[in-house]
């Protein structure tokens, strides 16, 4: 039997690795290109992408495993049934039933990565990443300037263009500015060269080097024109970054001593993410019986089916407790113990078949 178990734990994971990469891969290049076009309209730094990406990996992996775990059994157990790898395992006594207490060993194993993930190192990385995005929010414009691209500098509606920058970012050439003012008049700016001062008291100032200087009201014919050597800007920081983290980044322990629903909902939602990937060990057995006739994959559309359905309700159940509409606690307890329910039941079916049918023919003797 350990033989049998070994063959199977290593065929499911196997399997669920190479799914897990190919989803992973799909989820984090979506993800990352959302950041990669936020850094280039200069809102990130560039440099700050792939660390935002690595601390939420656990939280990308948290969904994926699961799904690859239940696809893995789907495809290996669908495999074998194909090639009646199962029926010669039935034929030397091995049970349906002994095939998933021997599933459950890698779902244990997934189990606990997922709930290891979900309850500590996701909220983690989340509290990472929310102190990398306050950190960023509160660059200066200037330190946030990527070259060749008109971009907003200051709270003061003041757009900024620059040619070329600095390894260091502390000067820029070709520079070109435009602020609009209260009372409906432009200013417009040109400048060979700038360069960002900062103050002991932490005050950041841009000096324009050989620029000309415009002002004027769109539409007039007035507009007073200056030239000048040097011509100095304060840059203001960012105000209104919130300090606080998010509920996702908050520690399982804080969120259990918390009375907040949604604080509660936060904490089912977490300890459901592995007791998911046992249930789901019981409804993928049955859903990956095949026919040999059949195709290998006519099975995976209702298994997959069957996974969204379980995990759409899971966050139903998850913002009902959030909006009080479920007492606490409830939790989602009700949902796991009814999918549950419902792979037992599938895992018995053929059984039951089996039983009514020489029932029947006993009957007509």
């Given at each position: 039997m350990f033989i049998i178990f070994r063959y199977l734990g290593r065929q499911v994971l196997t399997t669920m690795t190479a799914v897990a990469l190919v989803l992973l891969l799909i989820f984090m290049s979506g993800r990352f290109l959302q950041y990669l076009a936020s850094a280039a309209e200069g809102e990130y730094a560039a440099n700050a992408i792939f660390i935002v990406m690595g601390y939420r990996l656990p939280e990308f992996l948290e969904l994926i495993l699961p799904l690859s775990f239940f696809l893995g059994i789907l495809l290996t157990y669908g495999r074998m049934y194909q090639e009646s790898e199962m029926t010669v395992l039935t034929a030397c006594g091995v049970s349906e039933r002994q095939i998933l207490f021997l599933t459950l060993g890698p779902g244990l194993l997934v189990a606990g990565l997922v709930g290891a993930m979900s309850l500590w190192l996701t909220p983690a990385g989340i509290q990472q990443v929310d102190r990398i995005f306050a950190e960023q929010?509160?660059?200066?414009?200037f330190e946030m300037l990527a070259p060749g691209r008109f971009q907003e500098m200051g709270s003061n509606d003041r757009v900024t263009y620059t040619r070329a920058m600095s390894d260091d970012k502390q000067t820029l050439e070709g520079v070109f500015m435009a602020e609009g003012g209260k009372d409906g008049r432009f200013t417009l700016m040109k400048a060979v060269e700038g360069t960002q001062i900062v103050e002991e008291e932490g005050e950041r100032f841009l000096v324009l080097h050989e620029g000309v200087r415009f002002e004027g009201r769109p539409g007039g014919a007035e507009f007073d024109a200056m030239t000048f050597e040097d011509y100095g800007l304060r840059i203001e920081s960012p105000s209104g970054v919130s300090s606080g983290g998010s509920r996702e980044s908050?520690?399982?322990?804080?969120?259990?001593?918390?009375?907040?629903?949604?604080?509660?909902?936060?904490?089912?939602?977490?300890?459901?993410?592995?007791?998911?990937?046992?249930?789901?060990?019981?409804?993928?057995?049955?859903l990956s019986r095949v026919n040999p006739r059949q195709g290998r994959f006519f099975h995976l559309l209702p298994?997959?089916?069957?996974?969204?359905?379980?995990l759409g309700v899971?966050?139903?159940?998850?913002?009902?407790?959030?909006?009080g509409q479920v007492p606490a606690r409830a939790g989602l307890w009700a949902v796991h113990?009814?999918?549950?329910?419902?792979?037992?039941?599938?895992?018995?079916?053929?059984?039951?078949?089996?039983?009514?049918?020489?029932?029947?023919?006993?009957a007509s003797d």
């Open positions: 929010a509160q660059r200066t414009g908050q520690p399982t322990l804080e969120l259990m001593a918390s009375d907040a629903r949604a604080d509660q909902a936060m904490v089912h939602w977490r300890l459901s993410l592995p007791l998911l990937v046992l249930v789901i060990t019981v409804l993928a057995i049955p298994g997959i089916l069957v996974f969204i359905s379980y899971l966050i139903l159940g998850r913002d009902a407790i959030a909006s113990g009814a999918y549950l329910v419902l792979g037992v039941a599938m895992l018995g079916w053929p059984a039951m078949r089996l039983r009514r049918a020489a029932g029947v023919r006993h």
